[in-house]
Structure formats: structure tokens, C-alpha cells
């Protein structure tokens, strides 16, 4: 363990101590591997723009192949070309595809958006899961996204018009303000929400880890606790909202959880059997610091980061009708 300790050392150590503390030894030395991984390529089919066989043909054809992830439809893994040499390809510059983490694509499929939804993402930029989700409804329906900061709203805003999304409305604003006296309006919410990026430390990016800092966790937990309560209010009775992160802590995940849906009836509820399946999922803890964390909590999916996949958390929560 020591020596893989070491050879992340260019990331601060305390940046690893909330990760220890829940993974086993054998979870937290996949963990300290995968920070060193250099992984694959991976996409996501626009679905408004092409299809999968179109995008698969045109690769083959430019000496690319590509293997699908079958719990994700749509997904694929680039099996010899780099992120450079994909983004030259037509298929790219064209918007057929679309680059995206296999982690990242799950919580669009989670919430399951259908033809004709009324969504709200609530912390949308750069795009990805709202475009993915736009594709997911056949373009119909209404996605409104919601991103408080200017340059990333612009980046979300080029993701949709590149994409062809065009049931998108964006909205520059905070999440909390936006919903401030909106109640029982929308079908489904998705909160991929602000977190500190325990999944995502990668010695070979940089911009993964040197902003993390662990007196910023109190912090982000109160924000995750601030939208997620938003989220639950805005949500129709009986609509559902899918709250992920791409950290791993509990106090991101199981707290808030534990904190928001205590002051809503409601249930996180079992995510489709493969993706307890993963080889990857580590259990969400049932306690913390003492205090028992609801049982529904088992129901969500924590991902240790490995060499094909991103660490995750995502939980999906329905609201009962009244
Ligand atoms: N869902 C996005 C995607 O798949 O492309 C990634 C979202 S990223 C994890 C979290 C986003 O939340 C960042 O763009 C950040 O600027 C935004 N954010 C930060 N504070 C926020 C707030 N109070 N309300 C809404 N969004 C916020």
C-alpha cells in the first residue's frame, strides 16, 4: 500500500483521509490505483443528431473501434484512439457524439426522462447530463438548466446549440435562489450537485485535485443540503429526483441524504439491478459518527473509481403523492 501511497504524493495526503476512513483496505488500494489510471476514451451517441450504427460505421471506417458498456445504451469505449484523435473525427465535430465519463451517463438513465417531461437540472453546466437527457426525451418536452457561473453557463449554452437540444431554456442563477417559491412543479429533477471530487483525482489532470480541500466539505454539504431540499420541494408528488455527486465522503452523500429526506415524505428507492452488480460499488455506510443513517440509504450506489470507471454516488428519490 505504501508504495502506491507514494507514488500519488504529488496529491496532498489529506485529500485521501475522508476515503480511507469508509473504504476496506482492499477498496481504498483500487482506489490509490485507479488515481494513477489513464483510461479509455468514452462517449455518448447524440441520439438527436445520429444513431449508433451511423457512428459505429463512420469510426470503423476512419480505423476506429469502439466497445459498448451494455448497461448504458449508447455508451461506448474508444478501444484505440485518444481523446485528441476522436475530437478530429467527424463524428465528433459534427455533434454525433459526444464526450462523456461512463460514471457521468448513469444519472440521466437513472431519472429515466420520457417524451414530453417538464425536467429541471439544477446544476447543469457544462451540459453534459442535460444534453444527454434532451436526447433521452426524443427532444420533446422542457428542460429548464440551471448554472450560477457566467464562463460555465457559456460552455453549457455552446453544449446545447452543438448538440441540437433544443427543448434546453438556461437560466444563470443559484439553484436555492431560483427555486426559492416554486413548489410541486416539475416531473423529475436532476442534481448532479456541486462537490468536493473525491472520484474523479486523477494524478494526470491536474485541475481533478489541487483545489480540494477538506475544510471546504462542511461547506459543500450545507449547499448539497440547501439544493437537494429545493429540489424535493419543486418536484411534483410522485415525480422523482436524482441526487448525485463524484465524491465519495459521507458527508456529501449519506448526510445529506439522511438530513433532506427526513423532512420529506419520500423514498430513495432501488436503482436497476446491474448497478449493484458493478464490480465497483462499495456499500453506503447504514451509520455515521453515531447516528444511524436511514435504511432506504442501502438503495443508493457508491462507485470506486477504477481503470474503466470514474468514482460516483447516485440515489434516486421518489416523492410521495399526498
Ligand atoms: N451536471 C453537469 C454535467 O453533467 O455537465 C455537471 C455539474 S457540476 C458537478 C456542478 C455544477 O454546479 C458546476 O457547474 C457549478 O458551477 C454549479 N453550482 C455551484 N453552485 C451552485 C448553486 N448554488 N446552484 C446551482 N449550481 C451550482
Given at each position: 500500500m505504501k508504495s502506491i501511497q507514494e507514488s500519488v504524493?504529488?496529491?496532498?495526503?489529506e485529500s485521501f483521509q475522508l476515503v480511507e476512513k469508509i473504504l476496506s483496505h482492499a477498496e481504498f488500494n483500487a482506489y490509490l490505483q485507479a488515481i494513477r489510471a489513464v483510461r479509455k476514451t468514452t462517449f455518448r451517441v447524440n441520439t438527436i443528431k445520429s444513431d449508433k450504427v451511423t457512428v459505429v460505421k463512420i469510426l470503423r471506417e476512419s480505423g476506429i473501434s469502439v466497445s459498448d458498456f451494455p448497461l448504458i445504451e449508447n455508451a461506448f469505449i474508444v478501444n484505440n484512439a485518444t481523446d485528441n484523435q476522436i475530437m478530429k473525427n467527424e463524428c465528433f465535430t459534427k455533434g454525433y457524439i459526444y464526450l462523456q465519463s461512463l460514471s457521468s451517463q448513469i444519472p440521466p438513465v437513472i431519472l429515466e426522462p420520457k417524451p414530453g417531461d417538464y425536467i429541471?437540472?439544477?446544476?447543469?453546466?457544462?451540459?453534459s447530463k442535460t444534453t444527454q437527457m434532451a436526447a433521452l426525451m426524443k427532444n420533446t418536452g422542457t428542460i429548464d438548466a440551471v448554472e450560477p457561473d457566467f464562463i460555465r453557463k457559456e460552455r453549457l449554452e455552446y453544449n446545447i446549440n452543438q448538440q441540437e437540444a433544443a427543448i434546453v431554456s438556461v437560466f444563470q442563477a443559484r439553484g436555492e435562489k431560483f427555486l426559492l417559491d416554486v413548489e410541486n412543479k416539475y416531473d423529475k429533477i436532476l442534481l448532479d450537485a456541486p462537490c468536493s471530487g473525491e472520484g474523479r483525482?486523477?494524478?494526470?489532470?491536474?485541475s481533478s485535485y489541487f483545489?480540494?480541500?477538506?475544510?471546504?466539505i462542511p461547506k459543500f454539504n450545507r449547499l448539497q443540503v440547501k439544493l437537494l431540499t429545493s429540489a424535493l420541494k419543486a418536484v411534483k408528488p410522485g415525480g422523482t429526483v436524482v441526487y448525485s455527486t463524484c465524491t465519495l465522503n459521507t458527508m456529501e452523500n449519506e448526510q445529506v441524504l439522511h438530513e433532506v429526506c427526513n423532512q420529506f415524505q419520500c423514498e430513495i428507492v432501488p436503482l436497476p439491478k446491474g448497478y449493484k452488480e458493478l464490480n465497483e460499488i462499495t456499500q453506503c455506510k447504514s451509520s455515521v459518527d453515531g447516528v444511524s443513517m436511514r435504511k432506504d440509504i442501502h438503495n443508493a450506489i457508491k462507485i470506486v473509481p477504477s481503470q474503466r470507471i470514474e468514482g460516483f454516488f447516485v440515489s434516486k428519490i421518489v416523492k410521495k403523492s399526498v
Amino acid at each position: 500500500m505504501k508504495s502506491i501511497q507514494e507514488s500519488v504524493s504529488i496529491i496532498k495526503p489529506e485529500s485521501f483521509q475522508l476515503v480511507e476512513k469508509i473504504l476496506s483496505h482492499a477498496e481504498f488500494n483500487a482506489y490509490l490505483q485507479a488515481i494513477r489510471a489513464v483510461r479509455k476514451t468514452t462517449f455518448r451517441v447524440n441520439t438527436i443528431k445520429s444513431d449508433k450504427v451511423t457512428v459505429v460505421k463512420i469510426l470503423r471506417e476512419s480505423g476506429i473501434s469502439v466497445s459498448d458498456f451494455p448497461l448504458i445504451e449508447n455508451a461506448f469505449i474508444v478501444n484505440n484512439a485518444t481523446d485528441n484523435q476522436i475530437m478530429k473525427n467527424e463524428c465528433f465535430t459534427k455533434g454525433y457524439i459526444y464526450l462523456q465519463s461512463l460514471s457521468s451517463q448513469i444519472p440521466p438513465v437513472i431519472l429515466e426522462p420520457k417524451p414530453g417531461d417538464y425536467i429541471l437540472d439544477l446544476a447543469a453546466a457544462p451540459g453534459s447530463k442535460t444534453t444527454q437527457m434532451a436526447a433521452l426525451m426524443k427532444n420533446t418536452g422542457t428542460i429548464d438548466a440551471v448554472e450560477p457561473d457566467f464562463i460555465r453557463k457559456e460552455r453549457l449554452e455552446y453544449n446545447i446549440n452543438q448538440q441540437e437540444a433544443a427543448i434546453v431554456s438556461v437560466f444563470q442563477a443559484r439553484g436555492e435562489k431560483f427555486l426559492l417559491d416554486v413548489e410541486n412543479k416539475y416531473d423529475k429533477i436532476l442534481l448532479d450537485a456541486p462537490c468536493s471530487g473525491e472520484g474523479r483525482f486523477n494524478i494526470n489532470d491536474k485541475s481533478s485535485y489541487f483545489a480540494y480541500r477538506l475544510t471546504e466539505i462542511p461547506k459543500f454539504n450545507r449547499l448539497q443540503v440547501k439544493l437537494l431540499t429545493s429540489a424535493l420541494k419543486a418536484v411534483k408528488p410522485g415525480g422523482t429526483v436524482v441526487y448525485s455527486t463524484c465524491t465519495l465522503n459521507t458527508m456529501e452523500n449519506e448526510q445529506v441524504l439522511h438530513e433532506v429526506c427526513n423532512q420529506f415524505q419520500c423514498e430513495i428507492v432501488p436503482l436497476p439491478k446491474g448497478y449493484k452488480e458493478l464490480n465497483e460499488i462499495t456499500q453506503c455506510k447504514s451509520s455515521v459518527d453515531g447516528v444511524s443513517m436511514r435504511k432506504d440509504i442501502h438503495n443508493a450506489i457508491k462507485i470506486v473509481p477504477s481503470q474503466r470507471i470514474e468514482g460516483f454516488f447516485v440515489s434516486k428519490i421518489v416523492k410521495k403523492s399526498v
